[in-house]
């Protein structure tokens, strides 16, 4: 690998799904890899987004053959992004990686991705929300009654397939079952503005009451709430699976569903969707491309939108100690760090410890804790180490793979912790509700 | 040399280590085989993620009965290939050597592991009233094994010191493999200074398995500012009016236009695109003494010749003004495909006439040159553009290092402030230094490292442990 | 004169060159006879006496200013420059070196940068390495060499500037440096505090610890040959001979050190100090000069000559129990400690052969060792004192030492028995 070459790879080389120029943007400084969560834990250059980048630019080059290795090496990065944040050159490393997993699988064919997990959960289920509300049920009984306690307790999950029993192990607390939400919530007080609400599948199934407190919040800050029914998945899970036409046709589907010039702004409160509906504007090259660069141009993160909007003071006081983790795709995919720490600032009574390796993924990383069990459970042990140092007892975060993931640890190592979105908490505070955690 | 006992030697490595800490697939090697420095590279034959100073000294022990390089890594920043395997061999990667294993703020010092990133052990000290001094632009991802290597500079060593100034004691792993502690937590050891021979001995006169870093209490106040100049000349004249004046400040940097344009469109602080230069100051000390300082480096920008003198606001603005100066090479993208720096020192009076001549050597081979540097301390870092693509290029800007390199030496300096020699710069020893001077140093290497089997091929112009000559005796000058 | 000499006025004229000190070593070199380079000779009781015959070889010519350019901060002198003229150079140009020696006058700096000495303002200044940016010696074969250069950073090369740092003229022979020098501080105040006993005085040097502005010296003083001035005489009763005492020196422009000041009294009366007073510039200056010289065996102090001048090194917070420790084997010792940097003197009253095993061997250094210290013997009146005696012992640290004196003085001919090997 001592010469760069033209680009001469065979489209069974996935270096040709690359932009080319996008790899010669790393100067190979090196000031990427301690942010990396993968490199935290292994020390491991190949494991770094500075060795990625050379693994795939070898490849790429036909100089490094795409074995099993250098696969499980790409295949273990999180995507969480923290190395864009980190590059002083401005690698876009989000449009390396993606799209060469993407080919990477693509070159198995369907047979990588046809195994129980990928057709029936990963991909089958989870995109659906009422689907997915559904084949929760069984759980939650379970849940309701006990029996997962005692099934856990007696590792009698065990007998379930790893996958599905990490899943069972995610499944957050039962809460009372709230409805759906209506198409339409007026705004409280003079109107500011006509948002709509992006209720997301795993969200809507497992969060719903996060989508809950996002549309009461956001109606107390004088907006007009729509939640279009005929919205979609947002097309995340398939797309960093590797499946890039599913997510494409899901793209659309929200296109439709959102009629953009309607509203002054599409709200989602999960970070990770947020930074796919943002991304839609560059991730399919074709003749809709800008019309979804101008959809994806009025998408918020309701923090981000709140921030901007100027939030009407809260005035609910809730006494605690808390703090705040930054998800991935919130801080590092779409660059928000300071907008949640403000809104909760406000709450009067909270007080918010900073919490050590604030920016480092929890190892949720959308399915990463389904695909990459160890590594994910390693992330998430340091996740909650750091949580511990802050002597908080309540984590907030706006991501819902973060929330789970973090809450699974805490639950395992039988820690008091109870893992929140911001928006609740300023639901919480307008509605002068004493939080039951 | 080693390609057949590698195999034998990888075997006894995961024997040593267990399998997952020994890498030896080619497709798991090739990452390592170059650092920041990319223009060469070397594959090592096996890389070993030791966890323990014991297990780095049993490596060792293994490396010397079976004959075999090798060569300690850190995180892969070093600009002038420090971490290069030459001659293959074992690779040492000291990153899952990473705990801080003590601060005390009593006694003013921590104890840190080779792997430990520069910047968590600030991150460690935040709160404290302490903090570690030195601060390498690549201080969020180095190690401060590596910058104990290099002996690491930054924007503030200028009032702080260098690595060395900050070191009180290393634990070493010898060539030999003996686990030897030099200095400690307490000062003044008896005999000659071997932690500062050590700390920049680039790696080869032992592997650093601990450190002992001394804490510096955080400055009571800092003032930032900056000093817009309309040409080069006075911007360096301000800078010898400001030192000659007796004030030290903490960081004394300069960018040029060519560097302000690029760091602008980066990061939109608001630079003057159409001024020549400007100094980033700062000043740090007791509350009370520094609006006075402040206003009088001020002044001397004024007197010489500074169209604006501006202060930053407040704490953010600072920040700000910081990722501007720190992150200015990394936007160096985005007015060329390629760049080559270096890391050439000259007497401070010497600046004016060095950047005159850096200019003029631009015009020579038709090359563009900007420069951001530490302009306190001397220490330049001009940076040539280029794209590799175009034909000839890179001679050019090789025959135009080697003559800006040249000149600093003229200028009574030095061709590496803080990056250190590595293989980079190999071919400018023997202008530094007399065959004397570089058969001493030999003396001092041998003596520390018999076999020559650590580092092989690095600092030294010598041969190394598998009879190279010099190793690459084409090259004029080095990126 | 010009080489091999005893002489101790050197002449202008016949200065020897960096060549002839080269050619001088190489001739002993040839003829296997050691050689004793000295400068001002302030510092020849320090580590052991001769160990075979050989001559002295005398570097005070050596004592030119080569080069010297005030807006580089830097200077470039010959080895032999004494302390006091250097000084005198730097001053006229508003700088210094804050380097602390006995007797300056008569020191050099190659001498000083030998021994590594160093004085109470280490704790605000560092030491000799901190300011050396570049070295010619000549090493045991009459090899000239050097290291570094002329600028301020710079890494090119072995830093033969630190190794030959405390190497006591047995690794080269120093003949140039190039220094990095200071601006003169515009003014600088002394602070003095008694303290009621030994646990006061660690409470306050606690407090002082961890000042966010600290001082450039921070001196504990103890025992007979110190009176310490005070400006109040309100509780010169409650203040006895024993009384260990605080002296604090900050620097920095006027409103600095009178910031200074009011903090350092404020911060010492608080923490339960005695009789907390800013000195006069007159009785500053004064106490200074003590301190300065408080280490020096022929400092004047009574009594004149002690039999056993040590210091030991241990970490800061360890600096009153050492103290207690010392005082309990000699109530009538003198002790000087550059408390925050964790350096402590003693000039023992008493100190006889019969001590050398249960005291030095036997506690002290064991002690010192412990907290991860040192303790050296500086000057005595004792006579047979071996190398592990004075040293301490063969460390795994001196072993590579040892292997580096092979390399550079391979007939073991500069300063032979010196140091420990």
Redesign the interface.
Known sequence: MTEPIANTTSPANPGAALDYELLLDCVHCGLCTAACPTYVETGNENESPRGRIYLMRGVADGKLELNERVRGHLELCLDCRACETACPSGVQYGKLIEPFRVAMESLDGPSRRDDWFHRHILFGLFPYSAKLRRALIPARIAQRTGVLKLLQATRLTRLLPAQLRRMVDMLPPPRRNEGPLPEFLPAIGRRRATVALFSGCIGDAMFRHVNWATARVLQQNGCDVHVPRAQACCGAIHFHAGSSDPAQVFADQNLAAFPVERFDAIINNIAGCGSMLKDYGHHWQDARQNERAAWSAKVRDVNEFLDQLGPVRPEGEIRAVATYHDACHLLHAQKIHDAPRRLLAQIPGLELHDLPESELCCGAAGTYNLTQPEMSARLSRRKLDNIRKTAARVAITSNAGCALQIAREARDQNMQLAVVHPMEMLDWSYRGVKPKW | MIAEPAVNLSAELRRLLGPDRVLDAHSDLAVFECDAFVIEKHCPSVAVFPQTANEVAAIVKLCNERGVPFVPRGAGTSLAGGGLPVGGGVMIVLTRMREILEV?????YAIVEPGVVNAWLNKRLAGT?FHYAPDPSSQGACTIGGNCA??A?GPH?LKY??T??HVLGVEIV?AEG????????????????????I???EGT?GIVTKIWVRLT??P?GVRTMLGIFESVDDATQAI?GI??A???PAALEMMDQGILVAVEEAFHFGFPLDAEAILLIEVD??E??LD??RDRVAEICRQNNAREVRFAADAKERLQLWKCRKQAFGAIGRLSPSYCTQDG?????KLPHILQRIRAIGAKYDLRIVNVF?AG???LHPILLFDERNAGEIERVLAASGEILNECLEC??????????GLE?LN??NR???D??????T??????N?GGLLSPGK??PTAGACGMEQIHPGRRAAL | MATVTTSQTPDLASSPSPVEVAESIRAAYDASRAVYPVGGGTALNYGNSPTQPGEQLDLTGLNRIVDY??????ILVEAGVRMTDLAAALAAE??HLPIDVPRASEATLGGVVAT?W?GPR?YGH??I??YVIGIHAV?GRG?????G????????????????????G??GVITQLALKV???PESTGTVVAACADVATAGILL?RL??????PVAIDYLLGPNWQVPTTTRSRQAEIGPQTPHLVIRFE??E??TA??ADQIQTELQQAGGMSVALLAPIDAAALWKRQIEFADRGAGDAPENSPMVI?V?????AVTKLVAQLVAFDPDCSIQAHAA???VIARFAKFGHSDITPVLVGKLRPAAAK????L?VISGTLDGLTPHLI??GRT??????E??K???DPRNILNPGR??Y
Not at chain 2, 104 to 108: A, E, Q, S, T
């Open positions: 005390n703020l009593r006694d003013r009233g290099t002996n500079g060593t010191g260098v060395v100034n010898t003996e686990i030897v502690q030099v200095g400690g937590p307490v000062e003044d050891s008896p005999g000659p200074d071997l932690v500062g021979t700390v920049g001995g006169l209490p955080n009571q010898s030192i000659g007796g004030i030290i000390g007791i009370v003494g006075a300082q020192v000259v007497p401070r009076t530490h301390d001397g220490n009574g300096g030095s061709v590496t402030g803080e990056h250190g020699i710069k400018f020893m530094m230094f007399t004397d001077d570089l058969d001493v140093m003396r001092l290497r041998d003596a520390l018999p600092l030294l | 350019t005030p807006r580089d901060m830097t508003g700088q590594n160093s280490r560092g030491t390495r901190d090493d090899v000239a060499f050097k290291g250069g002329r600028v301020v950073k710079n890494v090119a090369g072995y830093d033969f500037c630190k190794l030959l740092t405390g190497s006591l047995t690794l200071k601006p003169l606690d610890a961890t000042l966010p502005v600290p920095g422009t409103t600095e910031w200074l210091k090194a241990v970490p800061p917070s940097s964790g350096i907290l991860g210290g040192s050296v040293w301490g795994d640290a001196i072993v590579l030492m292997n580096i092979r390399k550079f140091f420990v």
